[in-house]
């Protein structure tokens, strides 16, 4: 098949463009390279079946696709609320796009939605029925809200014009390859404690989160995708922890020595999440692998070797 996968030079895109190479399809990367990078997808770039274009999925853009992953959006808060105004023309004009796009060729389209769409949620754990509770007026409604406009395009689509859909609702997801900068937890851990820096832990750390590792990730966009069922479906692990639990587990790995210091606490940053899968165990047979303590380790040893390469050298000393 030829696969589109928009936002593909980033950290899941790359990682899905992994397997789908792997597979034997071709595939087509579009990203502008906002929060992704080339090497991410360096392995492919003279690879005969893959396709890199520069391109910002905001402006209209003519292919032919068999699928579509559509992730372009940047996902880390750091980012997303950097240009506001930009997050929300990618999620709505962007998505719109990439749907007239799926619309034009018949292509099935995927869509990364995500768990900030249930805001800072009064349920818990959190199951596709639920609507979310999400601030629209405030510093991550950019995302929170351009999501949901996404999935009302998607599905629009599909009832107006029989575009073939899938939505995804991503819960956090780590890994390897994670930006050093990208200004997530996990990243901002691992690489803390790898430079001997203290942990930022925002708030007093009793806020929870659920980390899902990338491969089970991917596993499951592909099982979607493949499979028979729209969605909306939670794609996550249900292993919840607060953020000083996370904390203390990669001091723990990393430097037992390293200090933890503790941060104002974001505006509208989410108490709880923990997805509740039912529905991806039983419609797609998924549930991740990757325990936290398996997941962490890998990634530190990615982390590892990039901050210790000049490269990495050379990108921290520039974020200071
Ligand atoms: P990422 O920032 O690493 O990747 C996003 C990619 O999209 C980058 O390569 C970026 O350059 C590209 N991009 C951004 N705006 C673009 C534009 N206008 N045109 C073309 N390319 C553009 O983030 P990620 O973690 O890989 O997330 C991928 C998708 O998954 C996003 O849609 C995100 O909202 C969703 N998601 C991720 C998580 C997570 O925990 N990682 C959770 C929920 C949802
Ligand atoms: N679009 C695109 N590539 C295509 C087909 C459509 O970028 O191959 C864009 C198109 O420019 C428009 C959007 O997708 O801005 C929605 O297209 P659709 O055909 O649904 O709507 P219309 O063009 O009628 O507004
Ligand atoms: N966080 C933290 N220290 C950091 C980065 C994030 O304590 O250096 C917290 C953040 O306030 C939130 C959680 O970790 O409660 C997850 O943040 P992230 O930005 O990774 O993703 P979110 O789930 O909030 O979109």
Not at 252 to 263: L, S, T, W
Not at 315 to 320: G, K, P, R, T
Request: aromatic content about 8%; some cysteine.
């Amino acid at each position: 098949m030829r696969i589109l996968v928009t936002g593909g030079a980033g950290f899941i895109g790359s990682h899905l463009i992994d397997r789908l190479m792997e597979d034997g399809h071709e595939v087509i990367c579009i990203d502008n390279f906002y929060t992704g990078h080339k090497r991410n997808i360096l392995k492919w770039l003279d690879h005969p079946y893959f396709e890199l274009i520069r391109h910002d999925i905001t402006e209209p853009i003519r292919l032919e696709a068999d699928q579509i992953y559509h992730l372009a959006c940047p996902a880390s808060p750091v980012h997303y609320q950097y240009n506001p105004v930009k997050t929300i023309k990618t999620n709505v004009l962007g998505t719109l796009n990439m749907l007239g796009l799926a619309k034009r060729v018949k292509a099935r389209f995927l869509l990364a939605s995500t768990s900030e769409i249930y805001g800072d949620p009064e349920v818990h754990p959190q199951s596709e029925d639920y609507r979310g509770n999400v601030n629209p007026i405030g510093p991550r409604s950019c995302y929170d809200e351009g999501k949901r406009v996404a999935e009302t395009l998607a599905f629009d689509y599909h009832r107006q014009n029989d575009v073939e859909i899938r939505v995804a609702r991503i819960f956090n997801t780590y890994g390897s390859r994670m930006f050093e900068q990208d200004g997530r937890v996990v990243s901002n851990f691992v690489v803390q404690t790898l430079q001997g820096k203290p942990l930022t832990v925002y708030g007093d750390g009793s806020q929870t989160r659920s980390f899902c590792y990338v491969s089970d990730l991917v596993e499951g966009l592909m099982r979607l995708m493949n499979g028979e069922h729209t969605g909306p479906i939670n794609l996550g692990n249900p292993d919840e922890y607060t953020i000083l639990e996370l904390a203390q587990a990669v001091q723990k790995m990393v430097n037992p020595d390293a200090e933890i210091i503790f941060k104002p606490l974001p505006q509208d940053d989410p108490k709880r999440r923990r997805p509740d899968i039912t529905k991806a165990k039983s419609l797609l047979g998924w549930q991740p692998t990757v325990p936290l303590q398996e997941g962490l380790k890998m990634t530190v040893e990615d982390f590892r070797a990039r901050v210790a390469s000049p490269q990495g050298q050379h990108l921290a000393s520039v974020s200071e």
